[in-house]
């Protein structure tokens, strides 16, 4: 009775063999270049030591080992990585490939419930860049000040740090979601970088191994580093990160603050012979001092320790800031800069409140004509145009519901096909690439066909309309339905099935129907493209009060059926055009 007893105690508590076997391990991931990696903390694993011409430095002391979140930390960052090297690619940097690409597989092995992501500054940011120019500046008196050089560049590079920072982070989304994953199994956390300089160093700094001068170094460390993070929280925000603002993270403990270097948290210029043991030659020159100017391994337990503290904490932005107790804290994150005012896309400003904020996402901002002659050129790839659009929507129709039945698996896995295949002499239709979703008034194969109401709820449609299979013939990829009145009847876009649109500018207004779905989509940049149906209204009614261009054609231009008989020859549908900047809507 009582192994009995004990037996059930145990099956409650743990469950069967079988099921706890079957649960893999729980685990935090980190990429990024060196500030992730732990360069500079010492104790490298090995093979990323310099063998082989591997420079990673990936330390056994990185943050994400000191996070407490989960059983197991897997590092995946690389010192010296570019964004392009944590995005989808087939390069390799220091002979690894793509971040984002094995992060597939380590979120398949493990159960992964964080993920941080460090990078930026070696793309157009050029902190590296940076620190040369300041070193020279101080060495050679006929260089002006880095700071009077690199300073005017700063909002540039910046903002073209960001672009790139995006797309990775966007891959990073994407290669979750290829995992299994959905967006609240996990917390992606986007880190910035803790400044190694201040001017608040001990006298003859440059002797003691920072050879760059006070002025520039307080450069560095209330704007260089603050433009940064700035730009980076804008990232998170525009991809449903959470910001970790790690700028002060070991202020006070910077690099010739402290008596002796054991008591920094930031290496000054460091040069260490072992790289010769492991790279051999080719450690000479910059591998050499390759550590220079990195957190050591104790800046790296207190920051992990932040990043555990503010994951667990729920919060969506903080900052990590060193106290003088040799601790890091969280604080409140620094105020953002204010958002620039959204407009409709005539230019007249929206009333009243705003209920979602416009993504800045370059690639949803193009209008479906520039964006379409992109994907046709191969410009832009018709995958990482549908992840910049599926984060979008991820983002924003929790707010504005204008899209049903969202499909982005199946709409990535379609475009991923369409890059497979590209043939940049190959011809392409007028919507190659493009994201669209059909008015839930009409069939679309595989989607939900409810036409608003529960008699239907449950339909799945097995054919496509016209207009759906000639738009899948120009070389559109649907993501999903947009929303309507039960059975389009009505001028509020509004259903029993999946509840309101609301119009993306006032949460308070209606988007107007029956196509309210597919106007407020587009009017919010999710979608570069949909279609719809009008009869008394139904398209113009809802261009208007959302500030998009709806099109209404001649009655038959556009045929429901091939064969009229097939629905009774009364229906025709007209298409959304791309955005405009035109306050006209017919």
């Known amino acids: 009775m009582l192994g009995a007893t004990l037996g059930a105690v ?112 070696n793309d157009d940011a050029a902190l590296f860049g940076t ?34 920072v995006e ?44 050879p760059y001068s006070k002025p520039d170094a307080g450069w560095g460390r209330t704007t260089l580093f603050p433009a940064l993070s700035a730009a980076l929280h804008d990232v998170a925000d525009r991809t449903g990160a959470r910001f970790l603002d790690m700028a002060r993270a070991t202020e006070g403990y910077e690099a010739c603050t402290q008596p002796t270097q054991a008591q920094e ?57 060193a106290g003088p107790d040799e601790r890091t804290h969280l604080e409140p994150a620094p105020a953002q800069r204010p958002p620039p005012e959204r407009t409709h896309h005539h230019g007249a400003a929206p009333p009243n409140v705003v209920a979602v904020t416009i993504g800045e996402n370059t690639t949803t901002r193009l209008a479906a004509v520039e964006l379409a002659r992109s994907t046709r050129s191969g410009e832009l790839g018709a995958a990482e145009v549908m992840q910049a659009h599926i984060a979008e929507i991820e983002r924003l129709n929790p707010a504005v519901n204008a899209i049903v039945d969202f499909r982005p698996e199946r709409a990535l896995a379609a475009a991923r096909e369409l890059d497979r295949t590209f043939r940049r002499d190959a011809p392409h239709g007028p919507l190659y690439g493009l994201p669209v979703a059909h008015k839930d008034l009409v069939p679309a194969a595989g989607f939900r066909f409810t036409q608003g109401s529960p008699i239907f709820a449950d ?43 609301r119009n993306p500018y006032a949460p308070d207004r209606t988007a107007g129907g029956s196509s309210g779905g597919a106007a407020a989509a587009l009017a919010a940049r999710m979608l570069p493209l949909a279609d719809g149906s009008d009869t008394g209204g139904s398209l113009r009614n809802p261009a208007s009060f959302c500030g998009v261009v709806g099109f209404r054609p001649s009655p038959g231009r556009v045929p429901s059926w091939p064969d009229a008989t097939r629905s009774g020859g009364w229906r025709w549908s007209g298409r959304w055009p791309a955005r405009s900047t035109t306050s006209r809507c017919c």
């Open 10 to 121: 145990v099956l409650a508590l743990f469950g069967s063999p079988a099921v706890a076997l079957a649960q893999p391990p729980s685990a935090v991931v980190a990429l990024g270049d060196s500030a992730a990696a732990g360069d500079g903390a010492g104790d490298y694993e090995a093979g990323t030591r310099g063998e082989h011409d591997n420079w990673c430095h990936r330390s056994v002391h990185a943050y994400v080992h000191r996070t407490g979140l989960a059983s197991e930390s897997v590092n995946l960052a690389c010192s010296g990585a570019e964004s392009a090297n944590v995005a989808f690619g087939d390069g390799t940097h220091y002979t690894e490939g793509s971040q984002a690409g094995r992060l597939v597989e380590v979120a398949g092995r493990y159960r992964v419930n964080t993920v941080v992501v460090q990078v930026g500054a």
């Open 131 to 164: 620190g040369v120019a300041c070193i020279r500046a101080f060495i050679d008196p006929r260089e002006p000040p880095c700071r009077e050089t690199i300073g005017p560049l700063v909002p540039e590079r910046m903002a073209a740090t960001a672009a790139k």
């Open 167 to 210: 797309t990775a982070v966007r891959d990073v989304r994407s290669a979750m979601r290829q995992a299994g994953y959905g967006v609240d199994d996990y917390a992606l956390v986007l880190a910035s970088y803790a400044s190694p300089v201040t001017e608040h160093m001990l006298p003859l700094q440059g002797l003691a191994g920072c």
């Open 265 to 321: 948290w930031q290496r000054r210029i460091t040069v260490d012979p072992e790289a010769l043991v492991y790279g051999g030659l080719d450690a000479i020159g910059f591998h050499l001092a390759q550590e220079s100017f990195h957190p050591t391994a104790a800046a790296h337990a207190q920051m992990g320790r932040c990043v555990g503290e503010f994951v667990r904490s729920g919060s969506d932005a903080a900052a990590c800031v």
């Open 459 to 501: 339909r799945v449609a097995t054919l496509d309309h016209t207009v759906v299979e000639r738009m899948a013939a120009a070389g559109a990829i649907a993501v999903g339905k947009t929303n309507v009145p039960e059975f389009g009847l009505g001028s509020h876009t509004f259903n029993p099935v999946y509840g309101v649109t």
